[in-house]
């Protein structure tokens, strides 16, 4: 049985950097052809993909975040981790990761986490 | 970027009946390898996103043969025959083809 769960701070101030961690079950980051995604989704608005890691360490972003993104994992502990540098009200979301296998991404999906970036 | 435009907004469907959304792709969204990475998602009220079809027309497990996707190139289509309640909530396609992956804006379903 894949899960998938989200953790993070909350609420923190903007120019602070997000950490989030995924913390997962059911599959291995190890093996080929699996991945990580994570995605964020403003309350009431849609989704925006924010990055991938693959079971190789292979890394994909979203430029339209400029480089404030770190996407990592930790194989043995079967977690991957998202850092969002220098955050702003903007960064104000429910974020998800989600695994990708092969040729299908995001086939399960944690519960969301809700951040939210304020003074 | 590669923009997916979804239409229509939204949709109210009377149950039983059928439902089709659209998704356009400004560009081509075939591979290299001659595979389509187009994705449907849905996300229920409350609920996380979940994936409905795969590589344009695949379903994923579980989900019911009412779903079906079909399209090539930049238009795809998902259409839900026989609509259910449990199939309201917001449709997303997905392109995984080109780099930075992107979501189409949405189609709200609601039933009458």
């Known amino acids: 049985q894949v899960t998938l769960k989200e953790s993070g701070p909350g609420i923190l101030q903007p120019s602070q950097t997000l950490s989030l961690t995924c913390t997962f079950s059911?599959?291995?980051?190890?093996?080929?052809?699996?991945?990580v995604g994570w995605i964020r989704q403003p309350s009431g608005k849609g989704l925006e993909w924010l990055a991938n890691?693959?079971?190789?360490?292979?890394?994909y972003y979203n430029p339209s975040l400029k480089n404030r993104l770190t996407i990592s994992k930790d194989t043995s502990n079967n977690q991957a981790f998202l850092k969002i540098t220098n955050v702003d009200t903007a960064d104000t979301a429910t974020y998800y990761c989600?695994?990708?296998?092969?040729?299908?991404?995001?086939?399960?999906w944690g519960q969301g986490v809700m951040v939210t970036v304020s003074s | 970027d590669v923009v997916l435009t979804q239409t229509p907004v939204s949709l109210s469907v009377t149950l039983g009946d059928q439902a089709s959304i659209s998704c356009r792709s400004s560009?081509?969204?075939?591979?290299?390898?001659?595979?389509?990475?187009l994705e449907w998602y849905l996300q229920k009220p409350g609920q996380s996103p979940q994936l409905l079809i795969y590589?344009?027309?695949n379903r994923f497990s579980g989900v019911p043969d009412r779903f079906i996707g079909s399209g090539s190139g930049t238009d795809f289509t998902l259409k839900i025959s026989r609509v259910e309640p449990e199939d309201l909530g917001v449709y997303y396609c997905?392109?995984?083809?080109?780099?930075?992956?992107?979501f189409g804006s949405g189609t709200k379903l609601e039933i009458k």
């Open positions: 989600a695994r990708i296998e092969g040729r299908h991404y995001f086939d399960y």
């Open positions: 059911g599959f291995s980051l190890s093996t080929y052809g699996m991945g």
């Open positions: 890691i693959w079971w190789d360490d292979d890394k």
């Open positions: 560009q081509s969204l075939e591979y290299s390898d001659g595979y389509t990475y």
């Open positions: 590589g344009v027309s």
């Open positions: 997905f392109q995984a083809t080109h780099d930075p992956f992107t």
